[in-house]
């Protein structure tokens, strides 16, 4: 008996021994993914959104908001870069103008046609030579969706000084750049990929099979354990540090960061076109169209020391941008008028002997794959991020030779999948009259389709709940927060949307403390 009961317990022992190791094997096995992306930011979800469309399990991290720095603080625009061709850089232009085409197709709810008037001072570049600039800019790629420039006369009564007689018009797009970032986020998520934002990564470590990664959640003080077999380093301004700091690598270029700061100033004109302004010392500042309300001046040249997340624009700049419109406008900017600012680091490759406006601002992509694959993004801009990605997956093709084409070209963003802005105007109207226009048009230019998906069955303001404030109602807060990663009051003002123009200091910790109660930090 005692013999039989010995026999029983050594088998008990073998049983949890065995169970205890198929646990640890699962627990391994779930903590297993193909690529971790490192960077919220245009350039990492859009890598995030291809690799994941191509079958990888992905993992992305991102140590505060979805762009939360360089990538919403650009000029809003998706363009070819005309001033580039200055600097002889054609090929960059014509990646540009062919990504252009493709994007405004791919968000035609975030993405419109904009026209640009270059008004001609004494002190600008010729005619001559604009004109052959245009041209080039019409032709490098095909257009379907954007007009031929054109030369123009300035009248009295147009909002320019009255010595501006003549100038040219082309054609590029007005973006909303943050929401661009979330919904390429959200095409990765429907794809299978896991978005972890307020997430850091803290530490990398070379493992048997691949990297071993230290993932640090800032809300929850949780450190998760993760195996990849490949990392994409797409942090930006940080793209250095991350390979010096914590991959303990060399980095393969040395960046030179710049800052590019804006204002945002009451409407300066009435008029749909934007102005691209020509300084005296050959730097070109846009004068946009946002918001209905306002105008955004932008953008400058500022060499940049420090910390990124600490960017801010100086009284320098703001001199700077408020003497070119005032040099070019009837109507005049004072530093009080100023509603708004803001500024973002751009990393861009060192090139010695250049000015900050004259680097280049192309990507290079350097895979290392010693001792495990590891893909650093350098550089790079909003309008080229898809086409930056599908090069990215390319490169990775030998790690992973079983994950599928690519496939984006041809892909629709979320809620982008409509004919003509018009018609899904007139759709939403049909179902949800009792919004109103001015709703209507803001849930139009946000989610597209997915205002159908947001609003349901509502009937009338009573099933949208809460309002907070600028016909921000509790449904689209709940969507926010439950669908896009939205963790604060000002993710939802100034990255989800751009309400926080119009929010008051109450109204702003009335949504900040309802976000806090209905959405604590798991």
């Given at each position: ?31 297993s ?11 990492g979800?859009g ?7 191509r ?20 000029s ?39 026209a ?9 570049r ?13 032709n490098?790629?095909?257009?379907k ?10 009248d ?6 009255s010595?501006?007689?003549?100038g ?23 794809h ?9 990564c ?5 493992g ?8 640090s ?17 797409a942090t ?21 960061m710049v ?45 940049f ?13 703001i ?8 040099l ?20 861009l490759i ?48 030998g ?29 939403l109207t ?42 921000l ?23 989800r ?26």
């Amino acid at each position: 008996m005692l013999g039989a009961l010995t026999q029983l317990s050594e088998l008990l022992e073998i049983s949890l021994h065995c169970l205890k190791t198929r646990r640890s094997e699962v627990t391994q096995s779930q903590n297993s993914h193909d690529l971790l992306i490192i960077g919220g930011g245009i350039n990492g979800v859009g890598i995030a959104a291809d690799a994941s469309g191509r079958g990888l399990d992905v993992v992305l991290c991102e140590k505060a908001d979805l762009a939360s720095a360089t990538s919403s603080s650009s000029s809003k625009l998706i363009h070819g870069g005309l001033r580039y061709l200055e600097n002889y850089e054609f090929a960059m232009v014509r990646k540009s103008l062919k990504e252009r085409e493709l994007l405004i197709e791919a968000a035609p709810h975030v993405i419109q046609p904009m026209a640009f008037h270059i008004p001609q001072l004494p002190h600008s570049r010729s005619g001559l030579l604009l004109r052959a600039g245009l041209f080039l800019y019409d032709n490098l790629a095909s257009r379907k969706r954007f007009g031929r420039s054109r030369g123009i006369r300035m009248d009295d009564d147009g909002p320019l000084n009255s010595a501006i007689r003549h100038g040219f018009e082309y054609w590029d797009a007005q973006v909303d750049d943050s929401r661009l970032v979330v919904l390429n986020a959200l095409q990765a998520k429907k794809h299978g990929a896991n978005i972890q934002t307020r997430t850091e990564c803290t530490a990398i470590e070379a493992g048997d099979q691949g990297w071993s990664v230290t993932l640090s959640n800032k809300d929850s003080n949780v450190d998760t354990k993760l195996n990849v077999k490949a990392i994409v380093n797409a942090t930006g301004p940080w793209v250095a540090s991350v390979e010096k700091n914590i991959v303990k690598q060399a980095a393969a270029h040395n960046i030179r960061m710049v800052k590019g700061s804006h204002i945002v100033v009451p409407r300066i004109h009435s008029g749909k076109q934007a102005y691209l302004l020509q300084h005296h010392d050959g730097r070109v500042i846009f004068v946009i169209p946002y918001l209905q309300k306002y105008s955004l001046v932008g953008t400058t040249d500022q060499e940049f020391t420090g910390d990124p997340d600490q960017a801010e624009i100086s009284n320098e700049e703001i001199t700077y941008l408020i003497s070119i419109v005032n040099l070019y406008f009837k109507k005049s900017i004072l530093r009080s008028d100023i509603v708004y600012s803001f500024a973002g680091v751009r990393p861009l490759i060192e090139e010695l002997g250049k000015d900050a406006s004259s680097v280049s601002r192309d990507y290079r992509l350097e895979l290392g794959t010693q001792p495990h694959p590891l893909l650093s993004i350098y550089g790079g801009k909003v309008t080229t991020y898809r086409i930056l990605a599908e090069e990215a997956m390319n490169k990775l093709q030998g790690i992973f030779p079983d994950m599928g084409p690519a496939w984006t070209s041809k892909a629709k963003l979320p809620g982008g999948d409509f004919d003509l802005p018009e018609n899904l105007f007139g759709q939403l109207t049909s179902r949800y009259a009792w919004l109103g226009p001015d709703i209507i048009s803001r849930w139009q230019n946000s989610y597209g389709t997915i205002s159908f998906e947001i609003l349901g069955d509502a009937k009338g303001t009573e099933d949208l709940g809460v309002k907070f404030g600028q016909n921000l109602y509790q449904k689209e807060v709940d969507y926010l927060c439950n669908n896009e990663w939205a963790k604060t009051a000002d993710d939802i003002l100034w990255r989800r949307s751009k309400l926080g123009y119009g929010f008051s200091r109450s109204e702003r910790t009335s949504l900040a403390n309802y976000i806090e109660q209905s959405f604590p930090p798991s």
